[in-house]
């Protein structure tokens, strides 16, 4: 079969579970389209090809044993090089970690292996996972599939570019402002973040703890689910994991959305919002309306200062979570040096990149005792009251529809000068990150040839409400079967 | 020229006592070849993330209620940012705004009645690693220790302490009460229980406080004792003789007995503290607090009186029996087994404790158990073996782990043969004609002598009570 590579993670598991195709078949077509395709589009850091091929081994040797390892067994995916693997280099697109090979494998990689799925490698990203663009990797940027002059978004860019050309039908990337669904929309493909605390963090190189998650991307709102199933539920490793019984959420997509509660909140349709990406999001309203669902506009007032409070919180966090990179156990160490504190100090200055240290230093300066309750202390408010306005939404809505980002794909380089533009990209996203919701992106329409995405968000805990709002959707729609020209 | 008096503070850190690290399943012991003990957790390997021993917070309760503290429902804790080769993860995680434990007090004895000290503050943190320092001129870092569970109890500002005696004794009620409660060993020489006094000087009578000094590396009782008097006597002297006492740190040379300039112009340090993301915040309920209490062990002061009333010790015995739960359950053990507590206590009081301090080891690491010394006690009651047999013996059992009995056997028995005694008797005579003669002419003090020359000669084997016999027969014959 010629043409592995454009079928479903559903599809393609189906016929490997019924010994139509086999898993060793179904990594060699993935590896063979990265070969073609990956040296336009850079989705990749590193390509495991050994592994890959190994393990389907494995699993063809399961499947021939007589053995039904589930519906994702033997179906290839790539891992966002912020998430651990044991053995393979974990570089979080930084030159501080370009050789560090963990010992341990991060509880999702661990989680997609027990469910029988072929990693191919690990997808390229913002250096630690800060950008909006895939162009602050140490590594270089990758390409937006539909046009390679753009971005792919970030940080998850390259799970998410990798999806949609093609060279895996399933992605993980982590969200901590939007990384997820930002870069599905841009690229066109279905994007999840989790509720906070619903998959593990454990083997997830932090960047800002309270509100980084793990989640999939992938082709379909079904692939979504099935990922999710795989990698949900409380981890012994993560205490900020939820102690919580996962439901099916394949299951949960088939239901009817008849009766279901929209919100349309009214900031996420005006200011930083193209014109025609708020007319699309109003047009999938309607979609979902015509499916039995009810819609009215409403507010969540707070979130006009989510993307001020969110450049406080994430790089507090941030300048904590990356004091570990001294060079002292681990990764890069600077030759030049004189006395431990000259160590560290070049080590980070060689090894972290403009905008992580920028980021560290905002951090670092909301943090200081002088500081501290005019910057840090209020951004915690305002993320409560950004909390406060969801559960009033909540109240009313099962449901929240918005645009996931304000712009279709920009063009490499355009925005590297202007870095609040940059951040005006995740501005659609950011609050599901400060309220610990889940959302997820599915593509809506195309402007100037270039993908949208929709966003539906949740209540806490409550995927599945949202996957069934988006299989709804993306059944009543084609956009997601649009394949990027290459 | 006014008089001075010192104000003392006090930070003790206590090692807990627990099987595994703070946020890790790495084993907590002491010492072990570098790096044996150590994972992705304790270590800050990135992607890992810590999770809470609910043991240590247990004990850090248990402490906090002996302490009689408060016990914060909503105890929380936070990242405590700095930079050094030995912090793995660049911040240490401990307690800043919410501590386990708040408010309570430590009764102590003085001279002039019994004291509270106040304590401000019980929380719980992870230890860090230790820096090796090469003799190539590198350095490396040991992680066993980092990650290990450790408490911090700290005084209450204005100090409540004025002397060094004072801060003595409050250290060791202090150890008497982690070590009784079972959360911590009170090891200072293995760096379990490390102690920073900090004080200042002021004229008597005068309300504010002096610039304060903190004195570092203190690892016995004795040090603190004396590094205390030391910088007492020396900010007087500064004060006195006209000039400022300057805030610094100080380090303590043991050797000289001396306390020297470490880090001066004490800038306040930026640790930029904020709520740790990775740990939900602890939730200790009423019925959790309940529950902690009511298991908790007797602490020393009841076990004090305990002592003075079960075993009808006398309180100086009592006192020094419970310093530490080792000593006190070492007695009970040894007084219920020879069913005779006075010789127990004496006997611990005496030559265990000598021979302990004088080898630097613990009770706990003692070769002589309290079976060891319920046996000796019960040779001696048999007359198998003379109370001067049993200090050799004793003295053996301590170096060797040999029972009593077996030493006993070893010596030969205790001589009772009346000739034998008889025979060392007439040589002691010989010798001292004219003491003998004395003895005879009424002078009982001389008995003594005669007694002791045949111990002499018998090495000590000779039954005390058959010798006074054989002297008492000797002398209404002469």
Known sequence: MADLHNLTARALGALIAGRQVSAREAAEAFLARIEVADPGIHAFLTVTREHALADAAAIDARLKAGERPGPLAGVPVALKDVLCTRGIRTTCGSRILERFVPPYDATVAARLAAVGTILLGKANCDEFAMGSSTENSAFGPTRNPWDPERVPGGSSGGSAAAVAAREAPIALGTDTGGSIRQPAALCGVVGLKPTYGRVSRWGLVAYASSLDQVGPLTRTVEDAALTLNAIAGRDPLDSTSADLPVPDYTQACRAEVRGLRLGVPSEFLGGEVDPTVAGMTRQAVDTLCEAGAEAEECSLPSVTHCLAAYYIIAPAEASSNLARYDGVRYGMRSREHAGHIGMAERTRDEGFGDEVKQRIMIGTYALSAGYYDAYYRRAQQVRTLIRRDFDRAFERYDLLVTPTSPTVAFRLAERADDPLAMKLADICTLPANMAGIPAISVPCGFLEGLPLGLQILGKAFDEPTLLRAAYTYEQATDWHRRRPPL | ?478
């Open chain 2, 1 to 478: 020229m006014p008089e001075y008096e010192a104000a003392i503070g006090m930070e003790v850190h206590a090692e807990l006592l627990t099987g595994s690290k703070m946020f890790c399943g790495c084993r907590n012991a002491f010492g072990g070849e570098p790096n044996t003990r150590c994972c992705p957790v304790c270590t800050g390997m990135p992607g890992s993330l810590p999770v809470m021993n609910r043991r240590a917070v247990e004990h850090v309760i248990r402490a906090a209620l002996a302490l009689n503290c408060r016990v914060s429902p909503d105890a929380r804790f936070d990242r405590k940012n700095y930079f050094y080769p030995d912090l793995p993860k660049g911040f240490q995680i401990s307690q800043y705004e919410r501590p386990i434990g708040i408010e309570g007090w430590l009764g102590i004895d003085t001279e002039a009645g019994p004291k509270r000290v106040r304590i401000r503050r019980v929380h719980l943190e992870e230890d860090t690693g230790k820096l090796l320092h090469l003799a190539t001129g590198e350095s490396a870092v040991d992680f066993n220790r980092s990650g290990v569970p450790l408490m911090e109890i700290v005084t209450e500002f204005p100090p409540d302490m004025r002397t060094a005696e004072e801060a003595r004794a409050y250290l060791t009620k202090l150890r008497a009460v982690l070590t009784y409660i079972g959360v911590s060993d009170g090891k200072m020489e293995e760096g379990s229980l490390r102690c920073e006094p900090n004080l200042s000087v002021r004229p008597v009578g005068s309300a504010g406080l002096g610039t304060k000094t903190e004195i570092k590396n203190l690892n016995s009782f004795r040090a603190v004792y004396r590094g205390i008097e030391y910088e007492t006597a020396r900010q007087i002297g500064v004060l006195r003789s006209g000039g400022a006492v300057a805030q610094e740190t100080r380090g303590w040379d043991d050797a000289r007995g001396q306390t020297f300039t470490q880090r001066s112009k004490e800038v306040e340090q930026e640790y930029r503290y904020f709520p740790e993301p990775d740990l939900v915040p602890l939730q200790i309920d009423e019925e959790w607090v309940d529950r902690i209490r009511r298991a908790m062990p007797e602490l020393p002061d009841a076990a004090r009186a305990r002592f003075v009333e079960q075993y009808e010790l006398p309180p100086h015995a009592a006192d020094a029996l419970t310093q530490t739960r080792a000593t006190a359950d070492f007695f009970e053990e040894a007084a219920l087994t020879s069913g005779d507590p006075r010789a127990a206590a004496n006997w611990m009081i005496g030559d265990l404790a000598r021979l302990l301090n004088a080898s630097g080891t613990e009770i706990t690491d003692s070769r002589v158990s309290p079976r060891h010394l319920a046996d000796m006690l019960a040779l001696m009651a048999e007359g198998v073996i003379s109370g001067k047999m049993a200090k050799g013996i004793f003295e053996e059992m301590f170096a060797t782990g040999v029972s009593a009995r077996a030493l006993a056997d070893r010596a030969g028995p205790q001589v009772s043969d009346t000739a034998a005694i008889a025979a060392w008797l007439e040589e002691a005579i010989a010798a001292e004609p004219r003491v003998w003669q004395e003895l005879c002419g009424g002078d009982t003090r001389k008995q003594g002598y005669f007694v002791g020359q045949v111990m002499k000669a018998s090495r000590g084997k000779a039954n005390p009570a058959e010798v006074n016999r054989v002297l008492r027969a000797r002398m209404e014959g002469a």
